[in-house]
């Protein structure tokens, strides 16, 4: 339907955000066998967004969340921070602010951005995601019982997808809760067979040594181990 609305109209800088939101998700979720192919048509996408509406939230937001795909935390963050002080009620640019300052090692700044998303957007469709991610921000903070308890209801709220049921595993097995733990990566399983360790930290580049080696020993213990030497 994107492809549809571009050309119908192809100055219609929204619908080439739309097509580039699609191929984010596509490289995002694994669902496709060119990674690379996804994130370059993503990229491809936003800039034409960029280039007919420079000023739109939304084409801002998509050309953020390519640079994500690509663990350019620095510039993703900028492109997202320029997103929410065009619109600042802009809930999902501040969740995706949110997500990236977490990923980049500033828990803080995530906790208050996570929060304030939540409050504007209480039915978000991304609320789920919004869920997960409060509860990284007190795993980061050392409080796993309580970070474990967030991530389980995101990944319990609708449409909730494959790598939040696996933060919800690594944060149950983090706090201790292994029972937990092996029910969520079995749910990770039965939903996506192929999901690796390395395909975790491919959608989420944390950049904080310490987060990165708690999270990899607890999903290792759930026998997600790496798919590349």
Known sequence: FFRRAVKRDPAFARAHAGLSFVHFQSAFLRQTDDITGAVRQARDCAQRGVDLDPLDPFVNFTMGRTYWLE???????AWLERATSLSPNYAQGIYAQAWTELMAGTAD????????????????????????????????????????????????????????????????????????????????????????????????????????????????TLGFRGSKP
């Open 71 to 77: 663990g350019d935390l620095d510039r993703s963050l």
């Open 109 to 220: 700044g995530a906790r208050h951005h996570v929060d304030l998303a939540m409050q504007l957007s209480p039915l978000d469709p991304l609320y789920y995601a919004m869920l997960s991610l409060r509860g990284l921000t007190h795993i980061a903070a050392g409080d796993d019982q309580v970070g474990a308890e967030w991530a389980e209801r995101g990944a319990r709220a609708p449409g909730a997808h494959a790598l939040i049921a696996m933060i919800a595993a690594a944060a149950q097995a983090l706090a201790g809760n292994h029972e937990n733990a092996r029910r969520w990566a079995d749910e990770v399983r039965s939903r996506n067979p192929a999901l690796t360790r390395d395909d975790f930290f491919e959608a989420f580049p944390m950049k904080s040594d310490s987060m990165r080696k708690r999270v990899t020993a607890a999903l290792e």
